[in-house]
């Protein structure tokens, strides 16, 4: 009896080291131009190769400028594309580079091109790795030292087995409540160090019922409890994804065939095989906001900011501009980003513009939707949801991870505070003295035209 977590990590042990640690095999190693600089620098100073170029896929986004303005080496931005474009060259690695087709937001293009899929380990120099879980792949976050052991070996070093927690989401998801809203609801319950140490499994029937749009924002912010990781079993759903669209590092025919002999035994045999389980209902759930620096501090949509349990949080609510017994409602926005690797892919803008679609946004906000690839716009925009946010007084910008970090241009002025379908609202994460709060597409949308937080179900 195994979980699926350790299905996967045991088909991949190259090695046991001392203690519990292994060296894993990795089936893709993701690549983008913060992370990878100094890795290349290592392989070139020691005369090393990529080991496997073609299980390496680069790409840009975190500090591509999403607004379509020229780039070159006279900026931050313009040094590292270029530096990661001349890597990949003198490498042999693949990369979807600024304002081509096929680049976007690295675990966004990951799962659109077919390159993530079930039982794969998939690590990148970026924490939200755990996204391509949601395809029941192994997939974590890795630092830059560990981004270049990968690119010379096609391994990677884990000094100790994580331990596996299952959380079971039961119930049926209400109108108007989204994935980003359970995730929220979970990382409220469990904390934002929950669930360090374990690898989470996501299941039950709220969990079933998600499309792989959905699963996808479960699992990104994962690392936002402390998870190594967090996965959902594949099944139909997910091969359907799959072979809904011509992706081209998929497999077809026969080997199609093989992938899915091979999703039916991607499962956890039994609830007890889990170190630690922990349950949640969602079937009374609301709309969710984080009200202070880290996902855990969340309220529902009709709340008001809670009395702080300790320093922390009253550092948070300082920091935030909010004090106790503050009705959410009430808290007014002066930007809405709909964007990230959490919330920006094809569905979420559409509930974002059905939303949006025949109205205007609030005086005084400034709105904006960045999707999570060049595909996804084309996408959108071959749909007319550009026209609608267009029309409603949003910005519509080029792929990129955009006001997710404060580093690429995208960024709030200090004090000014935000609705945003990201996955971090620390201190600065959008800019110096910035405030950030999480939200789903659809609440973003709701708070765009209200100009405060506002609930999605009553429009």
Not at 312 to 328: F, V
Not at 359 to 384: C, F, I, K, T, Y
Request: some cysteine.
């Amino acid at each position: 009896m195994a979980t699926l977590f350790s299905k996967v990590w045991d088909a991949h042990v190259v090695a046991d080291l001392e203690g519990e640690g292994a060296l894993l095999y990795i089936d893709r190693h993701l690549v983008h131009e913060v992370t990878s600089p100094q890795a290349f620098d290592g392989l070139r100073e020691h005369g090393r190769p990529v080991r496997r170029p073609e299980l390496t896929f680069a790409t840009v986004d975190h500090n591509v400028p999403t607004d379509g303005r020229p780039i070159d080496e006279t900026t931050l931005s313009g040094l590292q594309l270029s530096a990661l474009a001349r890597n990949c060259e003198e490498f042999g690695v693949p990369l979807f580079g600024y304002g081509e087709a096929r680049q976007g937001i690295v675990h966004i293009i990951g799962p659109q091109l077919g390159i993530t899929l079930p039982g794969l380990t998939i690590v990148c120099g970026d924490s939200h790795t755990s996204t391509h879980g949601a395809f029941g792949a192994l997939a974590f976050g890795i630092g830059t030292s560990e981004v270049e052991h990968v690119l010379a070996t096609q391994t990677l070093r884990q000094p100790n087995l994580p331990k596996s927690l299952g959380i079971r989401v039961d119930g049926d998801l209400p109108p108007g409540v989204t994935a980003k809203d359970i995730i929220l609801a979970i990382i409220r319950k469990l904390g934002a160090g929950g669930a360090t140490g374990y690898v989470a499994e996501y299941y039950g029937d709220a969990i079933r019922t998600l499309p792989m749009s959905g699963r996808m924002t479960v699992c990104n912010m994962s690392i936002e409890m402390g998870a190594k990781a967090g996965l959902i079993a594949p099944d139909q759903t997910t091969l359907d994804w799959i072979a809904a669209e011509d992706r081209p590092f998929a497999p077809k025919g026969e080997a199609f065939e093989a992938l899915k002999a091979r999703v039916a035994e991607l499962h956890t045999d039994s609830e007890a095989d889990f170190d630690r389980l922990e349950v949640i209902d969602v079937s009374q759930l609301k709309p969710q906001v984080s009200w202070g620096t880290t996902p855990a501090m969340t309220a529902d949509i009709d709340g008001a900011v809670p009395a702080p349990r300790d320093a922390t949080e009253e550092r948070a609510q300082r920091y935030m501009g909010i004090k106790p017994g503050d009705s959410i409602s009430d808290l007014r926005v002066n930007t809405v980003f709909i964007g990230s690797c959490t919330n920006s892919r094809i569905e979420d803008l559409r509930d974002a513009a059905r939303i949006v679609n025949g109205n205007h946004v609030a005086d005084g906000v400034r709105a904006l939707v960045v999707p999570g690839s060049e595909a996804v716009r084309r996408q959108a925009e071959s749909e007319g949801l550009d026209a609608v946010f267009l029309a409603a007084g949003f910005e519509w910008h080029r792929a990129g991870c955009s006001m997710c970090l404060g580093m690429n241009g995208d960024i709030l002025r200090p004090g000014e505070r935000s609705a945003s379908t990201s996955n971090r609202p620390y201190e600065g994460r959008q800019g110096p003295g910035s405030r950030t709060h999480l939200v789903s597409p659809a609440t973003a949308a709701a708070t765009a035209l209200a100009g405060r937080f506002a609930d999605p179900r009553m429009l």
